[in-house]
T-cell receptor, first 112, second 110 residues
Framework: DQQVKQNSPSLSVQEGRISILNCDYT??????FLWYKKYPAEGPTFLIS?????DKNEDGRFTVFLNKSAKHLSLHIVPSQPGDSAVYFC???????????FGPGTRLSVLP | NAGVTQTPKFQVLKTGQSMTLQCAQD?????MYWYRQDPGMGLRLIYY???????DKGEVPNGYNVSRLNKREFSLRLESAAPSQTSVYFC?????????FGSGTRLTVV
């Protein structure tokens, strides 16, 4: 059973609009979360993180929201750009910050 | 450039052949990892090494062995390749802020 779920395999958004990527987890011990972005033929690259002491973290066009009671986090990209088209992975870890569990990924396509 | 280097980038093996995937990092990270990525499955942890001299099994270790040769290098070995091991393999290292991934090895077992 997957501990980290990204229930939308793919998402298409028009350029300039908001992209919302969702992630749900089942393990209540998880308290540190990362989003990674992956282009074809490249390794995943770190995008943004959030720890359980916060419910929001913002970095430029990217904002991650965490709802611990619902075991849910989301990544918002505003405004979306064609260069944001990639696969986005959500990852979660317990207190030690290691051994992250990754979700299956969501492929985002931003249409010009 | 600093980062994680994986070799080879591509490999085709016949069933039963063996090979070793090499990984090296120059960021002085203690922890290193091997993942495989399959469609719809995300990144699944094969083995990890929390520090030089230690290795532990991850989620999908069967059919693989690893060696943490020194702090920089962490290799993944397939002793007898099987078609089910066709995948893209990523090595990563980490510090407190997160992971740095290599660019991947696409392995096909025929």
């Amino acid at each position: 059973d997957q501990q980290v779920k990204q229930n939308s395999p793919s998402l298409s958004v028009q350029e300039g609009r908001i992209s919302i990527l969702n992630c749900d987890y089942t393990n209540s011990m998880f308290d540190y979360f990362l989003w990674y972005k992956k282009y074809p033929a490249e390794g995943p690259t770190f995008l943004i993180s959030i720890s359980s002491i916060k419910d929001k973290n913002e970095d430029g066009r990217f904002t991650v929201f965490l709802n611990k009671s619902a075991k849910h986090l989301s990544l918002h990209i505003v405004p979306s750009q064609p260069g944001d088209s990639a696969v986005y992975f959500c990852a979660a870890s317990a207190i030690d910050g290691q051994n992250f569990v990754f979700g299956p990924g969501t492929r985002l396509s931003v249409l010009p | 450039n600093a980062g994680v280097t994986q070799t080879p980038k591509f490999q085709v093996l016949k069933t039963g052949q063996s090979m070793t995937l090499q990984c090296a990092q120059d960021m002085n990270h203690n922890s290193m990892y091997w993942y495989r990525q399959d469609p719809g499955m995300g990144l699944r942890l094969i083995y990890y090494s929390a520090s030089e001299g230690t290795t532990d099994k991850g989620e999908v270790p069967n059919g693989y062995n690893v060696s943490r040769l020194n702090k920089r290098e962490f290799s993944l070995r397939l002793e007898s390749a099987a078609p089910s091991q066709t995948s893209v393999y990523f090595c990563a290292s980490s510090d407190d802020s997160g992971y740095t991934f290599g660019s991947g090895t696409r392995l096909t077992v025929v």
